[in-house]
Nanobody
Framework: QVQLVESGGGLVQPGGSLRLSCAASGYTFSDYEMGWFRQAPGKEREFIAHISWSGGMTEYGDSVEGRFTISRDSAKNRVYLQMNSLKPEDTAVYYC??????????????????WGQGTQVTVSS
């Protein structure tokens, strides 16, 4: 059974940093592409970042480019999202997702096969 469990969310002041972690189990982690999305109240789910199965390719949403970094550790079956220079508008529930096939439209949520339950990130002073 595939499981994705996010952790690392919390309350942080504007300008601060957080690192989210997503622990994967129940499948061959290195065969899957991984992504992070977020959803704020009353808004659609937004693409944040994607990393290829090898870790050699990454892509980011425009709103986080240059501030967030996605990475993966196949030995630990984990994917990470390092978030720096956080802003109040980054407040949302953050989800990790896994895709079995090599993706072309990495920003489309329906392209991913498995999802975690999410972790809340709140940026506020």
């Amino acid at each position: 059974q595939v499981q994705l469990v996010e952790s690392g969310g919390g309350l942080v002041q504007p300008g601060g940093s957080l690192r989210l972690s997503c622990a994967a189990s129940g499948y061959t982690f290195s065969d899957y592409e991984m992504g992070w999305f977020r959803q704020a109240p009353g808004k659609e789910r937004e693409f944040i970042a994607h990393i290829s199965w090898s870790g050699g390719m990454t892509e980011y949403g425009d709103s986080v480019e240059g501030r967030f970094t996605i990475s993966r550790d196949s030995a630990k079956n984990r994917v990470y999202l390092q978030m720096n220079s956080l802003k109040p508008e980054d407040t949302a529930v953050y989800y990790c997702a896994a895709a079995r096939l090599i993706l072309t439209m990495v920003w489309v949520a329906s392209e991913y096969d498995y999802w975690g339950q999410g972790t809340q990130v709140t940026v506020s002073s």
